[in-house]
């Protein structure tokens, strides 16, 4: 990737900020709500870039702790989902689920992190 | 069979208008005017049009028109899913909206159906009520405050009046057990190939927990949740969208109804975002549902957020498998963490 700003996240930023500030003013209906849709996404973007890799991480560290195997994310993934349907991580019940419940924050602090207020 | 066919000389209001003032003459004269078509915004799988019928003695009849979409949608296929969708068709589910309003659940009138031909796809009417139908006013604005605490028993009250209409009575529907309904649901999510620890936490426990789902049929609404029911500054006016309907534990919609997505921040209130769950029993048995046990209404609430976990992830992959392509559905497949979250606290 080059080192020259703006960056990749900085575009990202510059086009949320154009449809924000730009576009929305200016359309209504379907197109105003895809527009508000699409402003989400980059600010889901946005995060990842910023968060994702320490998460990553995290995660990768957890999950090495209670499988007790080492692999990429998407194998490990696939290890932890494969062993709690077959009942093999049945006596380990806490353990997963602070391992799942830790990851399932991450993603919301990522995707929606609005998601976690409490309003009334 | 005939398939309706947006004539492109024409707008679809254009096209819509012309389909309508035929209708409207058979019921209610010739000379029947339209005013004020506009297209609601709403889901892909249906059209919703609101407009006002002028008669010609001068009277106005508020409606809302309900038919299949006109741009016929590409139904989404899971590689080896056996058949389990419970959708029903346009025509039954305005049927079902006349039922539910014979035994007492409050309903806006449908008064007539339409047909479908080379002009239009099949739907029906309903009058239009006031009220409001958006989950998150019903939450938080002040013209509900005192419609608020009233929602939990009334909507307890509608469920227990239509989950008793005596099967006979009812059109030809689908119906799926729970257990089945489960394994659907994770063949679903296996046919994505993307590992998801997190539900499959969620399958286990329910399946460890099958007995709680209860032996009982009745017909369910399907999507029984904030969002798709319409009230007033008194409170429940109306349930609409009874697309999903189908025949099922009648549990599995009081669950629904306290899944987190729809409390709109307000996680307290776990009914709807705006009441308890005794309070909803008590409407329950008052409407002639029986007594049920909170804890087969927990099972459901658990069932309901991965389900739509599951239905989240299902958009997400109609968006990325080119089935139709749309930002909406792509950033509903995010959501999908939401619902993972709130399951995860659900269980133990």
Redesign the interface.
């Known amino acids: 990737m080059p080192t020259d700003r703006p960056t990749a996240a900085e575009l990202v930023e510059a086009v949320r900020e154009f449809l924000a500030d730009h576009v929305t003013p200016n359309v209504e209906?379907?197109l105003a709500?895809?527009t508000r849709?699409?402003i989400?996404?980059l600010a889901?973007v946005e995060r990842t870039m910023a968060e994702g890799d320490a998460m990553d991480a995290a995660e990768l560290d957890r999950l090495r702790d209670l499988l007790g195997q080492d692999g990429g994310l998407?194998e490990m993934?696939?290890a932890?989902?494969?062993a709690?349907?077959s009942?093999e991580m049945d006596d380990k019940?806490t353990a997963?689920?602070d391992h799942?419940?830790q990851?399932?924050?991450d993603?919301?602090a990522?995707?929606?992190p609005k998601?976690?207020?409490?309003?009334? | 069979m005939v398939e309706a066919v947006q004539d492109p000389e024409l707008s679809a209001g254009e096209q819509l208008a012309a389909v309508l003032r035929d209708r409207l003459a058979q019921e209610y004269g010739a000379g029947t005017e339209i005013e004020g078509l506009v297209r609601l915004?709403g889901g892909a799988s249906r059209e919703t049009w609101s407009f006002d019928a002028l008669k010609t003695d001068g009277t106005r009849q508020p409606l809302i028109l309900k038919r299949d979409p006109m741009d016929r949608q590409v139904e989404k296929k899971f590689e080896g899913v056996p058949e389990g969708r419970l959708n029903v068709g346009r025509l039954v589910e305005g049927r079902l909206l006349q039922l539910a309003g014979e035994v007492g659940v409050p309903m806006p009138k449908v008064p007539f159906f339409l047909e479908k031909d080379a002009r239009t796809t099949e739907g029906f009417f309903t009058h239009r009520l006031p009220g409001e139908a958006l989950g998150r006013r019903i939450?938080?604005d002040d013209a509900y405050a005192q419609a608020r605490p009233r929602l939990a028993y009334q909507i307890g009250h509608a469920a227990g009046r239509f989950h008793t209409i005596p099967l006979d009575d009812l059109p030809r529907m689908r119906g799926l057990p729970a257990a089945e309904e489960l394994l659907h649901y994770r063949a679903i999510m296996d046919s994505f190939h993307q590992?998801?620890?997190?539900f499959?936490?969620g399958?286990?426990w329910l399946q460890e927990r099958l007995e709680l789902a209860g032996e009982r049929y009745a017909l369910c609404h399907g999507d029984f949740r904030n969002g798709n029911i319409l009230v007033d500054e008194d409170g429940l006016v109306g349930v609409l969208d009874w697309e999903s309907a189908h025949l099922g534990n009648p549990s599995s919609d009081l669950g629904w109804m306290c899944v987190r997505s729809w409390r709109?921040?307000?996680?307290?209130?776990v009914v709807g975002?705006f009441g308890d769950v005794a309070d909803m029993l008590d409407g329950y048995e008052a409407g002639g549902g029986g007594w049920i046990d909170p804890e087969e209404i927990y099972f459901w609430q658990v069932f309901g957020t991965l389900r739509w976990g599951i239905l989240c992830m299902i958009l997400g992959f109609t968006h990325l498998d080119g089935e139709q392509r749309?930002?909406?559905y792509?950033?509903i497949g995010?959501?999908a963490?939401?619902t993972?979250?709130d399951l995860?606290?659900l269980?133990?």
Do not use: M
Request: net charge positive; glycine share 10%; no cysteine.
């Open positions: 209906g379907q709500f895809h849709v699409a989400n996404a889901i998407g993934n696939a932890l989902s494969k709690i349907r009942g019940r997963v689920l799942l419940r990851t399932a924050e993603k919301i990522l995707a929606n998601y976690l207020i409490q309003r009334g | 915004s939450v938080r590992p998801h620890a997190g499959e936490y399958f286990r709109y921040g307000y996680h307290d209130n975002g749309t930002v909406e792509a950033v995010r959501r963490a939401e993972e979250y995860l606290q269980l133990d």
